[in-house]
């Protein structure tokens, strides 16, 4: 038998489609043999998580009633290495929870009004096609917009693309990793990707700023960052909370909130005048060094203590342990990074503090990532859009490389200085309300809609607001896309359904197809069926589905490229000037600072505290609340203040209060008081994704304080049109008023 070790060479058509299709003249590697006395084909299915982003492969096991009972990880699989976090396996939780939306849903009273109708899918289809056709003829197809987040995004996205829109955007994007894959595109000529090609397992020290890893329970690197403190690497973690990782560290930089600007500059100069950066690589790879090391002589550890409270010594103390791990440092990007308007200039500062330590592309550093990538089902090219997203924005966002949810959303409310408006949105797999901030806008801009429709597969609060809901089966039902993420070798895995969709619900592909139908764009959507669509895919790549459900995971050589940049090697890099931009050419043709500058924030006012928000390792958003599963874990979140503030305002743990924002605006519900040292004095901290209002979520309805009702100021990034979240005060009230800012 074939040691799975073994190299195999493929067959020349093989190769040819391969490279044809991105994995340039590879060879393969042969998956895992089955044991056919262990497991029997097909006792267990494949699968890749859904509960978050990032999509760990594992197996669906079903008990002795056929019934779904357990899901465990993929040790082919790099994204997990075998084992699921908490949310992944209680994702079998969202198969088997009740408040399931079932059937597809009609509005019939006002806008929000939760006055819904069930409907057969041809009449809510035909519905849905006959609005999409009005809309297009009335005022073009480009004012669709679709707003998603996870895999059946695809499939809408070519429904958009067919019928003639490219306003497509995702959340994660404007509300999350815009900034950093932005400031990195503009230093290296590459982004930091989703998974990030953070080389943890062998770096010698992480830095992590205000990245809570452990809470932000991305998987794999979780488990690489644990391997990473077995083998003795130092992690700073610069946070004005305790983190879990803060414990775990050998620096805690407990930071003024907002100011980590001036300690990213203040590292960058140290290091540069104790010449701890790496010469040669700087010499070699670098633009721009010398305007460097002037801009960020008055940046010194004296002056910063003064903006971050953090001691002098222990800067020039950390500044030195990331210059004794270089190159194999990480000084890791975060990746929801929309904080405080300035973010993509923070993050300017992580990549450039990163080049001159010569982490990227370097072991422990950042590795070069490789991918499989499959083509499209034979289909007609789509028709060039006429206007764009952009056309709303004429000299905004020019460096933004993604559509921008919060920006479509501003151009859905009519304006004099703008000629067209978005009037209609399909919102698939993210919850608006909840997601973007300034919740008034998003609500203002959905009454200005001719048509909203919402797939998703639970009563989240933008399926209240629309105008038609289909009900999608959770993942565990379906096929998807093939996963086909960055990772050191090139790898895809499958998910296909373990079961039956339970009630009526469909797939994002089938809606997808039966819309074009409809609309007559049938030829975009050739297959017969889904699976004779992913086989022929899986074909070009040399393999079949066939043999993906009974691997679930399939593993390629890289390319002729290393992983990591040769001792010699000179790499040019995608940027203006061809090097690693120190000093950015392009930020400076736009009029932006092309090295990073301090920028003061404002600070809370008398009485009032940062609204701080995060993680909680056994959620994911709000997405997992109702959870029957995870809601065991942890049923609400807790309003954390530091034990200074309880004693001025006479809080105790469990304390039922209010919280209301600068703005007014108080919290639909209470929270209770967690008193901890754990949080700095001058801010309150809360895990999003609870405080639900749609009762029809039994167990996520009313329970904790939802932070985004809170988030009304936004603070808009200029270079890429990120919403900065993290400007925001509250106040306690004892007592819900009555009063007109309620809404
Ligand atoms: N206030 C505040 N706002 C934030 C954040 C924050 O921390 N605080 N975080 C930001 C970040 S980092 C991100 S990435 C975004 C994420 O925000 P979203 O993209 O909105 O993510 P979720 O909250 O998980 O919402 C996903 C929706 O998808 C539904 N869903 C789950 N599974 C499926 C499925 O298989 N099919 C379909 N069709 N629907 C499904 C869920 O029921 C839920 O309604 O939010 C951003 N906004
Ligand atoms: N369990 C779980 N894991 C997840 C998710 C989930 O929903 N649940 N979501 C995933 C997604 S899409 C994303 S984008 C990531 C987000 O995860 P991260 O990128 O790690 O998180 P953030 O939400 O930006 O950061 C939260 C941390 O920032 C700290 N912080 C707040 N203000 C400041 C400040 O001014 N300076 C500094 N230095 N720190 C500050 C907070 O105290 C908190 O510890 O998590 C991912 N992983
Ligand atoms: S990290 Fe957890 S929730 Fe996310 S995909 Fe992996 S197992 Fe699922
Ligand atoms: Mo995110």
Known sequence: MANRRDFIKISFTGVAGVAATGI???????????DPFSVTQYSRTPTYCEVCFWKCAGWVYKNQEGKIWKIEGNHEDMNCNGRLCPRGTGGVGMYYDED???????????????????????????????????LA??????????????????????????YGSVNIAAPSYAQCRGPREVAFIATFG?????????????????????????????????????????KGATIITVDPRFSTVAAKSRHWLPIRPATDLALLLTWINIIIEEEWYDKDYVERYTYGFDNLREHVKP??????????????????????????????????????????????QRLRAVAILNAILGSWGRRGGFFRPAYASLPRYPAPPFPEPGRTWREAFPDKYRLADLALASAICEATIPSHDRECNFKGWIVNGTNLIETLPDQRKTVEAIQNLDLLV???????????????????????ERYDIIRTGPHRKPQIALRMPATEPLYESKSAWWMAKELANRLGLGEYFAAASQEEELDWQLRQIGSSLEEMKRIGVKTYARGAEDIYFGSDEDVLFPTNSGKIELYSTAFAAEGFDPIPQYTPHEEPPTGYYRLNYGRAPMHTFGRTANNPNLADLMD????????????????????????????????????????????RWDSVYLVHGFGHTDKRLTR??????????????????????????????????FKRPESEVLS
Not at 140 to 159: I, K, R, V
């Open 24 to 34: 340039t003249g590879c060879k393969m590697f042969t998956p895992s043999p089955i």
């Open 100 to 134: 399931r939306l079932r059937k597809p849903l009609i509005r019939q009273g006002e806008r929000g009004s939760q006055s819904f109708r069930e409907a057969e899918w041809d009449e809510a289809l035909d519905l849905v096609a006959g609005r999409m056709e009005k």
């Open 137 to 162: 003829d009335e005022y073009g197809p480009e004012c669709l917009a679709l707003f998603t987040h996870g895999s059946g995004g695809t499939y809408f996205g070519d429904l958009l693309r067919a």
């Open 190 to 230: 590459d982004g930091v990707e989703s998974p990030e090609i953070t080389d943890i397992r062998d770096t010698r020290c992480l830095v992590l700023i205000g990245s809570h890893l452990g809470e932000n329970m991305h998987n794999g690197q979780v488990q690489e960052m644990s391997d990473a403190i077995d």
């Open 299 to 344: 940046y010194t550890p004296e002056w910063a203590f003064g903006i971050t409270t953090i001691d002098p010594s222990v800067i020039r103390e950390t500044a030195r342990e990331m210059a004794k791990a270089s190159p194999a440092v990480i000084v890791h990007p975060g990746r929801h990074v929309t904080w405080y308007g300035d973010d993509t």
């Open 454 to 476: 919402v797939v998703d597969t639970m009563p989240a609060a933008i399926t209240g607001w629309a105008d038609v809901v289909f009900p999608e089966c959770t993942y565990l």
């Open 636 to 679: 609400e979140n807790a309003i954390w203040v530091n034990p200074k503030v309880a004693r001025e305002w006479g809080l105790e743990n469990n304390r039922e209060v209010w919280l209301m924002n600068q703005d007014g605006v108080v919290s639909s519900f209470p929270g209770r008081i967690r008193v901890t040292e754990r949080i």
């Open 700 to 733: 996520a309805y009313g329970r904790g304080v939802s932070d985004n009702e809170l988030i009304t100021r936004v603070h808009t990034d200029p270079i890429m049109g990120g919403t900065g979240m993290r400007g925001n005060f509250v106040t306690f009230l």
